[in-house]
């Protein structure tokens, strides 16, 4: 059983992001502030998170950025770019890590090998399917393989855009 997630690309002065549906039934959102420290806010039914990084910061292997819980200030991931189109998601404490390969034009999320969704960049309107009124241009199409996430797990994959490092 697969699960389909469409991301709509929205722009605004100074604010950019994404809205996420499964078929009509909305998800979440993720929002970036232009600035000199990107604030990136994800925000989902039970998901309230944010991220901050200085724009400025060399991009080398290792480098990371946290995402923490919008209430309590409290690390749940942390982004580590490891080099071009190679990222890790460390999990809070816990000891495992969702790696994200980028590959032929998409995103694969889960171990080496073993993806467990793929992300797919500029997606076509019929692609989408039913289009989204006001909710920008469908970008992504996100398909998780096997079973349906969890909010946490599908909000780190959906909110992966807008936290990479460029």
Do not use: C
């Not at 809205?19 to 993720?30: A, K, P, Q, R, T």
């Not at 292997?61 to 942390?78: A, F, H, L, M, Q």
């Not at 495992?96 to 073993?114: A, D, H, I, P, W």
């Amino acid at each position: 059983m697969t699960y389909t997630v469409i991301s709509y690309r929205m722009t605004r002065t100074g604010v950019w992001g994404y809205s996420f549906y499964h078929e009509n039934d909305g998800l979440g959102i993720v929002n970036s502030d232009i600035g000199p420290v990107s604030t990136v806010r994800v925000q989902g039914r039970s998901v309230q998170w944010y991220s901050q990084f200085n724009i400025d910061t060399n991009i080398l292997p290792g480098v990371s950025r946290k995402i923490k819980d919008n209430r309590t200030g409290r690390e749940i991931y942390r982004i580590i770019y490891w080099g071009p189109g190679l990222y890790e998601f460390a999990v809070g404490d816990r000891t495992t890590s969702l790696f994200v390969e980028e590959r032929k034009g998409m995103y694969l999320f889960g171990t080496q090998g073993m993806p467990v969704a793929a992300m797919t960049e500029r997606i076509s309107p019929e692609e989408a399917g039913e289009l989204k009124e006001g909710e920008g241009e469908p970008y992504f199409r996100t398909t998780f393989f096997d079973e349906i996430p969890g909010e946490g797990d599908l909000m780190l994959v959906l909110s992966f855009p807008a936290m990479r490092f460029y």
